[in-house]
């Protein structure tokens, strides 16, 4: 079964950080795009993050750039956001999502989300 | 950055009867070197992640059930549930993967009348 489950999240103070992860399972990892894709409570969808299959290109929403870092781990199907300088903005339950293979842009797999609150 | 609109914000519709949801962004995604429209659609139940129902704007992901469709080019694009189920209950969300940010619409609920 194609699986992708979130770690992670939490309350942390504004300033803090924190670290997401993802572990992916059912399908060739290291062949596709990854996201992290974040919704405030009650609120819309938002696109985060992506990285590139082997690690060489990332890219960001302007509102995290500088404060949040996605990586992966290919050896253990992995996928991680490393959060700082956290904002109240930034509570949101985050979404790991596979990238469309074919299209290259859409989110065809989904995690359950891991809530990430930032809160004093 | 392209800005996603969705119209209406909500609609309730009868068991069986059609719905119709409208997306709108402001540019154009549609590659020309593929005529492909960059453009997706999902559907969020409460507690749950979205779910990828359509992608290039009109083909629908595996197994989707036939009365979601999508149509549209260019700017303007429609997601048309062709006769409503219950389990269809749910906020529809249009996608773009035109450039990025990648963006999404607010979204549209859809309840049942």
């Known amino acids: 079964e194609v699986q992708l489950v979130e770690s992670g999240g939490g309350l942390v103070q504004p300033g803090g950080s924190l670290r997401l992860s993802c572990a992916a399972s059912?399908?060739?990892?290291?062949?596709?795009?990854m996201s992290w894709v974040r919704q405030a409570p009650g609120k819309g969808l938002e696109w985060v993050a992506d990285?590139?299959?082997?690690?060489?290109?990332?890219r960001y929403v302007d509102s995290v750039k500088g404060r949040f870092t996605i990586s992966r781990d290919n050896a253990k199907n992995s996928l991680h956001l490393q959060m700082n300088s956290l904002r109240a903005e930034d509570t949101a339950v985050y979404y790991c999502?596979?990238?469309?293979?074919?299209?290259?842009?859409?989110?065809?797999?989904w995690g359950q989300g891991t809530m990430v609150t930032v809160s004093s | 950055d392209i800005v996603m609109t969705q119209s209406p914000d909500s609609l309730a519709v009868s068991l069986g009867e059609r719905a119709t949801i409208n997306c709108k962004s402001s540019?154009?995604?549609?590659?020309?070197?593929?005529?492909?429209?960059?453009l997706a659609w999902y559907q969020q139940k409460p507690g749950q992640p979205p779910k990828l129902l359509i992608y290039?704007?009109?083909t629908r992901a595996s197994g989707v059930p036939d009365r979601f469709s999508g149509s549209g080019s260019g700017t303007d694009f429609t997601l048309t549930i062709s006769s409503l189920q219950a389990e269809d209950v749910a906020v529809y969300y249009c996608?773009?993967?035109?450039?990025?940010?990648?963006?999404f619409g607010p979204g549209t609920k859809v309840d049942i009348k």
């Open positions: 990285i590139k299959q082997d690690g060489s290109a990332t």
């Open positions: 999502a596979r990238m469309d293979g074919a299209t290259g842009g859409d989110f065809d797999i």
């Open positions: 290039w704007a009109s």
């Open positions: 059912g399908f060739s990892f290291s062949n596709y795009w």
């Open positions: 540019q154009s995604v549609l590659y020309s070197s593929n005529n492909n429209n960059y």
């Open positions: 996608q773009q993967y035109y450039s990025t940010p990648l963006t």
